[in-house]
């Protein structure tokens, strides 16, 4: 008896939660009534019954106040609630919307940003202060007069054929949208701060659109795109030698965590904090003594150059000394944590080095004919280089 009890207690429970919580009882009378939303005829609108429906919700004219419920009906097709006590509406989730008649009431704010399919919206005769249409990119009808709209950009909206912004507080309207050809009806009227309209093509706004104020005039670039902007942002890390630019020009010559502000592709700020570490470009200064030059940074890679063949990379010349075997011009590329840095070409002169040098000489090193260095050997030709630069070529027989 009681398990009974509990299942009878538990049944209108579960079913209340499954309910649309809808306050206005004006507009909720309009719903339930409607035999083609309340399909099993109860008192309330389950939450299946508001997302199967694909209808139109006509309650024009009821002294509705608040639409909250709406967001249930997910695949609504068309929506009437003008002449209503309406100030704020969010259709955002009826993301099968396509056409909205919201004129008429006390609308301060319009949420229609992911009604990517809304072809016509009439919402003139409201307070609006501002609009975003940027997606919807269906939009072929736009009525938007009487309201207090100060910037309007309708540059997404290329499908948009009817276009009415009339007795508004427009400063800045952008219908530079890239089919401006399409657009056959544009009213664009008493809009007394409005003196600049961004369009495709001045001479055929000119000719065409001339429901326009005697202040106002068109232009392809108006200085202020009244852009419906999202900011980006992005984090990039960087390893760089001796200094960074950044993509906003400035130059960096330390570790650190920079910001960067530039334009991204739609034309509004993208934030670029740049987490940077700076590594020492090495020094590439060389000294000489008699033929054998030395690179002073230590701690490194080294390759020696030959200036006079192109700065080819001499090959097996890895080490911070060099003595070449031949009179010519070197360099060499100094590399530390993977900067580098290349000295200026020095010149080696066999020429009279060792009419400079009073000292007994000293055998440096033995090398091949193809300059490699190698030990002693008898009968072969051998380069034997001192250290005053002199160089012979010696085999001894045995």
């Known amino acids: 008896m009681k398990t009974l009890l509990l299942t009878l207690l538990l049944v209108p429970m579960m079913s209340f939660g499954q309910n649309v919580y809808i306050p206005d009882a ?27 429906f694909t209808g139109t919700i006509n309650c ?31 259709v955002s989730s009826c993301t099968a919307l396509t056409t909205l008649y919201c004129h008429s009431n006390q609308l301060t704010s319009l949420d229609v940003s992911s009604n990517t399919a809304l072809a016509w919206l009439q919402c003139q005769d409201n307070q609006l202060t501002s609009l975003d249409v940027s997606n919807n990119t269906a939009l072929t009808y736009l009525h938007c007069s009487n309201n207090e709209i100060i910037s309007l950009d309708v540059t997404q909206n290329t499908a948009l054929t009817y276009f009415f912004a009339v007795n508004t507080q427009l400063e800045c309207l952008n219908v530079q949208n890239g089919n401006n050809t399409a657009l056959g009806d544009f ?11 961004e369009v495709d093509d001045v001479n055929y706004s000119t000719a065409n659109w001339t429901f326009i104020d005697s202040q106002t005039s068109f232009s392809t670039d108006c200085g202020n795109d009244c852009s419906a902007c999202t900011p980006t942002a992005s984090i990039d ?20 965590i920079y910001t960067a502000i530039i334009d991204n592709a739609a034309g509004c700020d993208s934030v670029i904090t740049i987490d940077l570490t700076i590594n020492p470009t090495p020094s590439a200064a060389v000294t000489q003594n008699g033929a054998t030059l030395t690179a002073t940074q230590t701690g490194a890679a080294y390759q020696w150059l030959d200036c006079d063949n192109g700065n080819a990379p001499i090959v097996g010349e890895v080490n911070q000394s060099f003595t070449p075997i031949s009179t010519g011009n070197y360099a060499v590329i100094v590399t530390v944590n993977g900067c580098s840095n290349t000295s200026e070409c020095r010149l080696v002169d066999y020429t009279g080095i060792g009419e400079l040098n009073n000292t007994p000489k000293q055998l440096i090193k033995i090398v091949d004919v193809l300059g490699r260095e190698i030990p002693f050997k008898p009968n072969t030709p051998l380069l034997y280089i ?5 160089v012979e070529r010696k085999m001894i027989i045995k």
């Open 26 to 52: 004006n507009f909720k009378f309009v719903l339930v009534v409607n035999t083609a939303i309340n399909t099993n005829g109860d008192s309330e609108i389950q939450v299946s019954e508001a997302s199967a």
């Open 60 to 90: 024009y004219g009821l002294s509705i106040s608040d639409l909250t419920g709406i967001e249930a009906f997910t695949a609504l097709g068309y929506l009437a609630c003008g002449f209503n006590q309406l100030t704020s509406l969010d």
């Open 187 to 197: 009213y664009a009227t008493d809009n007394p701060n409005l003196t600049c309209i």
């Open 237 to 256: 890390s960087h390893t760089s030698c001796g200094s960074y630019t950044a993509p906003d020009g400035q130059v960096y010559t330390s570790t650190g």
């Open 386 to 390: 001192y250290n005053d630069g002199t």
